[in-house]
């Protein structure tokens, strides 16, 4: 069972109450009718999937309705940070890794 | 080896842990007040482990020596592991079945990974430990359980004219969390007959559903407009306060994922419509794309689901039951036109009317907040008491949409249909300037396929058979088995309205195979033969819904 | 290898079982191999047994960074049915059950293949609707299937709640006759046997660290062991696909996710087929020590921690105690999870890839099991080919660029 | 408005039913002779509006404190009240107010008042505010079974002004307040007014549970 720091609650919640909604800063294509088959598969649905540091959006579904961003480690399931959407993140793999 | 094993040193540790109690009780200073006996000290070596009393055949041959009370293990069986090439503590595990009991292998564990590390000739820490898991004692499923169980087990949503629902002896379906009236048996119906007099009744006179549990999103804010049209296949660029349209969101892959009616209340302001199961969905749908992709939009969304009771009139004689209890608006077809909404009063109740019709009948959804919900209920119950208002469920909605070829997202689709594949390429707005959410896709390779899948109607040659829902469609019911299929039934229904049966069906290339003979293979052996026809059974003009 | 029989049985119990023979080798890996099987769990044993067995290319390493099938394999709940929707889904798991009905045989290993039948549960109209659709796919595919109504489900499973007063009561149900469970350990030492005996290295406590590519194409593995020379990598690492494909510049459409099970104590026999539930979350059968087996659901966000979200638990016994009312008093003696990886169509990979001579066995998702022999069969012949099995064609990962999904996950939603 | 029409208060049929019946699931009705340390009420049918705008904004702040009187919570977690409305923070930019000052009458005076980029949703009909009180050891465990939220970390409201947060509650959701006199107040949708009186009718059980009329 996950705590998770939502960002706009300024609080610690439980799990139960935020969705995970995958990975975090991936941009829409401007142009996406620009883009080829192969582009936009990838865009769709490749993801970095990493195990280690990942950069995730999470949703404060039953709390204030926020989507905010968090940075996780899926291995030891420690979450270094959360943040709002717009910020960037202060916790790299790179970083970590040192 | 932890502990305190010498005579002398544990009467010592007894003596002052003795005084420590007193004094914490009260009483003395945690001092020793009596001299501590005197006992002889005998030498002693450190304990030393014994894992497995040694014998003086080999354990193979030795009687056997259980390591695992539970399940039998014995050492001769670790070591018959380790014959086998086993190495692994995890493996021993699963080969001996050690630890598997209620003890987890708090009894016999420790001894057996020791027999093995002797076994394999190294060190307990180079065997390591299986891992543990939970629960540290067995617990029974019925704590972990808790109350959720029974009625508590999930949620049952009712709507603000449940309880009428009920005294009504209305059969109920589960739509997601909620209870929705299924069809209204008056005395010894059977399903079939109530639903059958619920259809007539609509198509003839009037009938009344309720359809408060569709999902309802109020949208504000000076980029409304812009944001709603991303999200849908149309634009609402154009849409005028006190209209309505019809759209369908896909997700980013091109599939329809939910379909309602849209209206504009005002500047800057709509109210979104969405399918009962969608509902939670497409509001975090919403939110997803404005808070993380384009916050620069200006809009709020609020679930509205709640506030609203709908009770959506419909057939021939709707106009006349809403003028009985409704005197504020001009209900006249030129006045209030279909897929216009007023703001009006209802039986004394500020209400709010949409001109929108899911029977292809003239229709009436009148809202109005929840606690009036039963009282609105009621009164146009009262209302069409002379025009015989008959009460329908979800079965007589479905059979009557399905005569107008209206889909049902997650019946008639399932995750893998375009709106083109649905026929609806008239909701797909092809000048748009924004690449609305999907648009890419509906162009790969995959979505310009010729041979998709696509919705048509099929009409049995019997028209008595009414085909099963999930039938599989061949062209040739003699070829052998694995057989080629080619789509399958969607949606299924005797329609009284027309005499004969109905089914809505995805068949690949169906758009162009109009006229052609196709067949249902049975689990019995027969074959139902039918014949592809437009998805539109009825009124296919759709003048019925502009009635005057 | 010799030959296990009831005659061997007989006569090592003589000699006091002391002359077993080891099931299979710990050789020092070679220099170069053919091929070189990443993983090895039930499907990466399988592919190595079939390459050497079908293809004859014996010259093949498995490198498994712990033990022999200790992931997923390991940690599922073995349940084996073919009765999927879509034609692709349907044959290839069909091949594999066909392949399970003669495995025992044909490893010489008893791997315990139990056709108990498989139940999978209605609960609301349009889950009858999905079963009869499936149901009547599986009979024109020639797969064993019949729609049964509550009170045959009762006949099948007399303990469970058939009550019209659930919360979600049992409207129907699809009936496999032909499904069952398997003994998950047995299938990997079982496949690892035959391997070994037709010349495959198993190489356990090795991890692969690196993928080495020279223009383009596959020359080796850099491994804790060191460097091993290949120009083809079969990597079957469910669960870590995304990171072994790191190691080659790639990415793929798979997440990757804790999916729970748990085991209670064991009781007498009570339950002697397979019951799934979708639409209430439980999958539940009773092994041969006499444990029920469930399985749970997949947590809601990525995780490569083997052990999972508790509510997800509290929710599957919910529901277990909702069918079977009388478990609500067995207790729960363990529970555990295991990493999946999940395709967004809810259908594996298995495919080669941009890079020459890597290829990706991978997205599972929760069914990989049921499905090992069927993949290594037809993952072996593409790898021994460099061109997909007629059946793995539609499971290439290109299907995610050009859209032509196989979407197992059925109808998506509840509407109106 | 004709004096004939009936309005319903989502809790409606729970009004008068206690848990000393053998199970929630057949609830009865209470008598004068049974102690009950737990008390469930539901208010009478208010105003509930769902308010968006900026909240940094001092100019909107003022303006929804000249209409109701009330204050803004800018502070995530906490409501304002006086004795007729209150306002809860639901979110950075989300507040729900509640009223006995008629919906449509106080959406109009916010409009006026208001200006720029707001939402204002009446959603009055959707929503029911219940007070649990009773005995504080039985408030708590009952609160601890319901929600995954500690209650027991906040510190004592004031008679103007608590914590609120919008949590889960059984398996449905409610927004959850502390008051200066130690009860709690609800708010919970429509549709889920049903189960969650279940809920409390069965979890309070071992208390003794009622729901006054």
Request: with cysteine; net charge negative; proline share 4%.
């Amino acid at each position: 069972m996950l705590l998770i720091h939502c960002p706009h609650c300024r609080e610690d919640r439980e799990e139960e109450e935020y969705s995970y909604s995958g990975e975090a800063h991936i941009v829409r294509p401007l142009e996406p009718e620009a883009l080829s088959d192969q582009e936009w598969g990838d865009y769709l649905f490749f993801r970095k999937n990493p195990k280690g540091i990942h950069h995730e959006m999470w949703y404060h579904a039953v709390g204030c309705r926020r989507y905010f961003y968090a940075t996780r480690n899926t291995l030891s399931y420690e979450i270094l940070e959360t943040y709002k959407v717009g910020e960037q993140p202060q916790v790299s793999a790179q970083g970590a890794a040192q | 080896m932890a502990g305190t094993y010498s005579l002398a040193a544990c009467l010592a540790e007894g003596a002052s842990a003795g005084a420590e109690a007193a004094k914490l009780a009260g009483c003395g200073d945690g001092r020793i007040r009596f001299p501590e006996p005197q006992v002889e000290e005998y030498p002693e070596q450190p304990a030393q482990a014994l894992f497995l009393v040694p014998h003086t055949k080999a354990t193979s041959r030795a009687p056997s020596q259980f390591v695992d009370m539970q399940l039998d293990v014995s050492a001769s069986g670790i070591e018959l592991a380790v014959r086998e090439g086993f190495k692994s503590v995890e493996h021993i595990k699963r080969y001996t079945a050690m630890g598997f009991g209620t003890d987890q292998g708090k009894l016999g564990n420790i001894n057996g990974m020791a027999i093995l590390a002797s076994a394999l000739g190294q060190s307990i820490e180079q065997t390591g430990t299986t891992i543990f898991r939970p629960s540290y004692s067995p617990t029974t499923f019925g704590a972990i359980a808790g109350a959720d169980v029974g009625a508590l087990f999930d949620p049952e949503r009712y709507t603000a004219v449940q309880r009428w629902h009920q005294e009504q002896g209305a059969a109920f379906e589960d739509v997601g969390q909620w209870k929705r009236p299924w069809y209204f048996p008056r005395g010894v119906e059977s399903m079939q007959d109530a639903v059958s007099r619920e259809c007539l009744a609509v198509r003839n006179s009037v009938g009344i559903l309720d359809a408060s549990t569709l999902g309802k999103i109020d949208i504000q804010g000076p980029d409304a407009a812009e944001f709603i049209t991303r999200m849908y296949t149309n634009s609402y660029l154009k849409l005028a306060p006190g209209k309505c349209r019809y759209g369908v969101m896909l997700k980013e892959d091109g599939m329809i994922f939910d379909d309602g009616v849209c209206a504009c209340i005002g500047d800057n302001h709509y109210l979104m419509f969405t399918t009962t199961g969608g509902a939670a969905g497409v509001l975090a749908w919403l939110e997803l794309w404005q808070q993380t992709e384009w916050p620069d939009l200006k809009v709020y969304f609020t679930s509205v689901t709640d506030h609203w009771t709908t009770a959506t009139i419909t057939g021939p004689n709707a106009r006349k039951v809403l003028a009985k209890v409704c005197a504020d608006i001009d209900l006249a077809n030129d006045a209030f036109q279909f897929m216009d909404w007023r703001d009006g009063t209802v039986a004394g109740v500020a209400a709010r009317i949409f001109r929108i019709s899911f029977t292809g009948e003239l229709t009436y959804e009148i809202n109005v907040p929840a606690h009036y919900g039963r009282h609105i209920w009621e009164a146009l119950i009262a209302a069409g008491e002379e025009f015989d208002i008959t009460p329908y469920g979800t079965e007589t909605m479905h059979v009557l949409r399905a005569e107008k070829g209206f889909i049902i997202v997650g019946q008639d689709t399932d995750g893998s249909m375009t709106p083109a594949d649905m026929n609806m390429d008239w909701v797909v707005g092809k000048n748009k300037t924004f690449s609305f959410i999907g648009k890419r896709s509906l162009q790969r390779s995959d979505s310009v396929r010729e041979n998709r899948k696509q919705l048509v109607g099929l009409k049995t040659v019997d028209g008595t058979q009414v085909l099963p829902e999930g039938a599989q469609i061949v062209f040739d019911p003699e070829q052998k088995i694995p057989m080629s299929m080619q789509g399958h039934v969607t949606s299924s229904y005797f329609s009284s309205n027309l005499g004969h049966s109905i089914a809505l069906a995805v068949v690949k290339g169906g758009h162009g195979l109009l006229g052609k003979t196709v067949y249902c293979p049975l689990a019995d052996g027969r074959s139902i033969a039918a014949e592809i026809v437009s998805s539109v059974f009825y009124d296919p003009k759709g003048e019925r819904q502009n009635a005057e | 290898m010799k030959k296990y029989s009831g005659f061997s049985l007989f006569k090592n119990a003589l000699s006091y079982h002391e002359n077993w023979q080891k099931l299979w080798r710990s050789p020092k890996p070679k220099d170069y191999y053919d091929v070189i099987v990443v993983g090895g769990g039930g499907h990466g044993l399988a592919t190595a047994y079939y390459l050497a067995k079908v293809h004859g290319i014996t010259k093949v390493a498995v490198i498994e960074k712990g033990y022999l099938g200790g992931g997923n394999t390991a940690r599922n709940t073995t349940i084996i049915r073919s009765n999927y929707l879509w034609d692709e889904a349907a044959q290839l798991y069909e091949l594999s059950l066909k392949l399970w009905e003669g495995l025992s045989q044909e490893l010489n290993y008893n791997v315990m293949f139990s056709q108990r039948g498989v139940l999978n549960l209605g609960h609301n109209l349009q889950d009858m609707r999905d079963i009869e659709r499936r149901v009547n796919a599986n009979r024109l595919n020639g797969i064993d299937g019949e729609v049964v109504t509550p009170e045959r489900v009762k006949e099948i499973a007399p303990l469970i709640n058939i009550s019209k007063d659930c919360r979600y009561p049992i409207l129907g149900a699809s009936w496999q006759p032909r499904g069952g469970t398997a003994r998950h350990d047995a299938v990997a030492w079982g496949y690892a046997r035959g391997a070994d005996a037709l010349g495959v290295d198993l190489i356990q406590e090795t991890e692969v660290i690196g993928i080495r590519r020279k223009n383009g194409s596959v020359v080796g593995v850099e491994t804790t062991q060191g460097f091993i020379g290949t120009r083809k990598v079969a990597c079957v690492t469910a669960g870590n696909s995304g990171v072994v494909a790191a190691m080659a510049g790639l990415r793929l459409p798979v997440e990757s996710r804790p999916l729970q099970a748990l085991v209670s104590e064991p009781v007498k026999p009570c339950l002697d087929t397979v019951v799934m539930s979708n639409a209430v979350h439980g999958y539940i059968s009773q092994s041969d020590k006499g444990d029920l087996v469930i399985g749970a659901g997949v947590d809601g966000y990525n995780g490569y921690g083997q052990r999972g979200s508790f509510h997800v638990i509290e929710h599957t016994l919910q529901a277990i105690c909702e069918l079977f009312p009388a478990f609500s008093r067995v207790r729960m003696n363990r529970q555990w999870g295991g990493v999946v990886d999940t395709c967004p169509d809810a259908c594996p990979i298995i495919s080669k890839t941009s890079v020459d001579g890597l290829y990706f066995n991978c997205g599972w998702g929760t069914g990989g099991f049921k499905a090992t022999p069927g993949s290594g069969y037809v993952f072996a012949d593409t790898v021994a080919n460099d061109h997909p099995h007629p059946l793995a064609a539609a499971f290439n990962v290109d299907r995610f660029n050009t859209g032509a999904l196989i979407d197992e996950h059925g109808a998506a939603g509840v509407a109106h | 408005m004709p004096n004939n029409i009936t309005r319903e208060t989502p809790l409606h049929y729970f009004h008068k039913l206690s848990s000393h019946a053998s199970s929630a699931q057949s609830p009865e009705i209470f008598n004068g002779q049974v102690e009950f340390a737990l008390v469930v009420k539901e208010a009478p049918l208010s105003s509930f509006l769902n308010l968006r705008g900026n909240g940094s904004d001092k100019g909107f702040c003022s303006a929804v404190a000249e209409v109701l009187g009330v204050t803004v919570p800018t502070e995530p977690g906490t409501y304002h009240s006086n004795k007729d409305s209150s306002i809860y923070w639901l979110g950075p930019d989300e507040w729900l107010l509640f009223s006995c000052i008629d919906a449509s009458n106080l959406e109009a005076q916010l409009r006026k008042a208001l200006s720029g980029h707001i939402s204002i949703v009446d959603i009055s009909g959707g929503q029911t505010l219940i007070n649990l009180r009773g005995d504080p050891c039985a408030l708590a465990i009952l609160l601890k079974k319901s929600s995954v939220y500690d209650f027991a970390a906040w510190p004592d409201a004031d008679i103007n002004a608590g914590r609120c947060a919008q949590t889960t509650f059984a398996k449905a959701t409610a927004v959850v307040t502390n008051k200066a006199d130690g009860s709690y107040d609800l708010i919970l949708r429509r549709s889920f007014a049903d189960y969650i009186a279940k809920w409390l009718l069965d979890a309070g059980q071992e208390f003794g549970c009622r729901i006054e009329a």
